[in-house]
Structure formats: structure tokens, C-alpha cells
């Protein structure tokens, strides 16, 4: 079945420092990719996503490498500030499930200034 | 633009009772996704609507159920609750399905 899993559940860095958060997917057919930042209190929020036909996509401080062959995907936070601390979810859509979205377990990312 | 609400934001209902959520979706969108989150399960995927109509759905019980409106707002009910049916439960809204905006959700508490 379709499985969206972290590797590590926490994660701490120093502020200013890069963050790299990993997800693994096990649906080789997922097509689409999402990355959402869930503040405590609040729903998730859209940060970046990648479709599968792409590697690498750049948004504003942050950047989602894809690696199809071992499906793998990565987030990477530059120059983390305090205001980044949250939970990070991937999720994943294959072409077949009409917009369902598969969540990973998510990873809570602390900042420490 | 206005986001995406739902109501109520706090609940505690008891055993056996039943339960209906709101979500207003962003204007414009059609699509609206409805999650279950928990600690242990994260985010569960519990059915999608677009144009009134169920298009996709999670493996939950009949218990869960939902409905969409002509103006895109939906609801989802829970029967019979069970004290593992509390959670958080988001909706989402989209123009089309793949990007979803999600509001703040519906803490539910079950006792």
C-alpha cells in the first residue's frame, strides 16, 4: 500500500544554521510532491511542492530535492531562523487517486537561538 | 481572500454521541478534503468532495461520513463516537486538488 515515512522524528539545529528534513515514499507511482510546515495551533501550510518529472525545486530559503530512484525526497531549510520551529510533513499524490493525499508521520524541527 | 474556516474550533462530546464539523472553503474552490490527525496515526486521509460529490475516500468506518453543498462549504459527521476518534480533524480546500489550503481545524475531544 501506500506508505509517506520520516526518518527522524525530531530534529534540532541552531538558529542560522541549514536544515535538511528526509522522507521516503513507497508508491512509485506518486506523481506530486508537498512539503507543509504545521505550526503548533494551526492547520498545515503549503511550502513547496515538485512533481516527479523534476529533481530539484527552489522556493524562498528553502529547496525539495527528489531522488525517484530511491524515493526519496528532501527539505532543505537555509539560514533556519526561530520562527521555522514546527512539524514538516511530505505528501504525496499518484495520478491514480484523484487528489488523495498520503502523509508522512511528520518531524518537529526545533530551533534553538 | 478569506481563508479556510471551520467550526466549531473546540469540541467534547461523549461516548455514543454523534458529531458535525464545518469548513467553509477558500471562494473559488470546489475541492474540499477532509483529514483525521492524531499523534500516533499523523495525518489520515478521510474523503474528498468536488462539485458535491464524493470523489475519493480513506479507510475509515461508515461511521464517518460526509456531505458538500452547492456553495462548495461541507460538512462530515461522526456517529457513535469512540474515545479514539478524538482528534484533530482538518479540512482542506483546492481549486482543482492538488494544492490544498487547510484551515485551523476542529479539536475534537471524545470522554
Known amino acids: 500500500g501506500e506508505n509517506v515515512g520520516l526518518h527522524l522524528p525530531t530534529l534540532s539545529v541552531q538558529e542560522g544554521d541549514n536544515s535538511i528534513i528526509n522522507c521516503a515514499y513507497s508508491n512509485s507511482a506518486s506523481d506530486y510532491f508537498i512539503w507543509y510546515k504545521q505550526e503548533s495551533g494551526k492547520g498545515p501550510q503549503f511550502i513547496i511542492d515538485i512533481r516527479s518529472n523534476m529533481d530539484k525545486r527552489q522556493g524562498q530559503r528553502v529547496t525539495v530535492l527528489l531522488n525517484k530512484t530511491v524515493k526519496h525526497l528532501s527539505l532543505q531549510i537555509a539560514a533556519t531562523q526561530p520562527g521555522d520551529s514546527a512539524v514538516y510533513f511530505c505528501a504525496s499524490i499518484h495520478g491514480g487517486s484523484n487528489y488523495k493525499l498520503t502523509f508522512g508521520k511528520g518531524t518537529l524541527l526545533t530551533v534553538n537561538p | 481572500k478569506a481563508g479556510v474556516t471551520q467550526t466549531p474550533r473546540y469540541l467534547i462530546k461523549t461516548r455514543g454521541q454523534q458529531v458535525t464539523l464545518s469548513c467553509s472553503p477558500i471562494s473559488g474552490h470546489r475541492s474540499v478534503s477532509w483529514y483525521q490527525q492524531t499523534p500516533g496515526q499523523g495525518l489520515q486521509f478521510l474523503f474528498e468532495?468536488?462539485?458535491?460529490?464524493?470523489?475519493n475516500k480513506g479507510n475509515f468506518p461508515g461511521r464517518f461520513s460526509g456531505r458538500q453543498f452547492s456553495n462548495s462549504r461541507s460538512e462530515m459527521n461522526v456517529s457513535t463516537l469512540e474515545l479514539g476518534d478524538s482528534a484533530l480533524y482538518l479540512c482542506?480546500?483546492?481549486?482543482?486538488?492538488?494544492?490544498?489550503?487547510f484551515g485551523p481545524g476542529t479539536r475534537l475531544t471524545v470522554l
Open positions: 468532495y468536488f462539485s458535491e460529490t464524493q470523489r
Open positions: 482542506a480546500s483546492s481549486p482543482i486538488g492538488n494544492e490544498q489550503f
